[in-house]
């Protein structure tokens, strides 16, 4: 399997790129959402492609397009969550950073387990669902969204993007929109 970032350095080898992929036999994908640094800095956003890039490359792939409609047809719809994470995020897997800090995904770095000072077994069982349990503190939006399936939004994410857990990450939300719009067969 072969998997590339699409980005602005490389939107116009992406179709050279899936050629090679199969002419090797190899399954080919690529993933247009990138995201700030762990660190915070936004220089990958630097090449991030436009919304309606994704979304033109999304359609431009019958294979593509075809599983972007079913997923649409499955799961868009009415959604409330009362919790902030609403994702597979310390569910079955964890992740630990290098210097011992156990956290429920590896973009969640507000929020972490010392495995230093404590034991695995307390990280995983206690830990983590406290982490997993939290409840937006405000007006959370997305917690209400019909298309929250569909942009990838998240709490790690939405503190790297915006500083704040709970601050939709806009450039989400857009490729959510376009997307609904492009491959949606139902009345929202």
Known sequence: RLKTMAMTLNRNELSDIKEYAEGLGVKFRFDPILNPKLDGSKTPCN???????????????????????????????????????NCGAGVSTFHIDPYGQMSSCEMVRFQNYDLRRGSFEEGWHRAIPEFLALKPTSDYPCGQCELISLCGQCPGWAYLENGNPETPVEYLCQIAHLRAEAFNTKEL
């Not at 431009?60 to 902030?84: H, M, T």
């Open 47 to 85: 090449f991030r492609l436009s919304p309606e890039e994704v979304v033109k490359l999304d359609l431009a792939d019958e294979k593509r397009a075809n599983e972007w409609r079913e997923f649409c047809e499955r799961s868009i719809g009415p959604y409330q969550v009362d919790n902030l994470f």
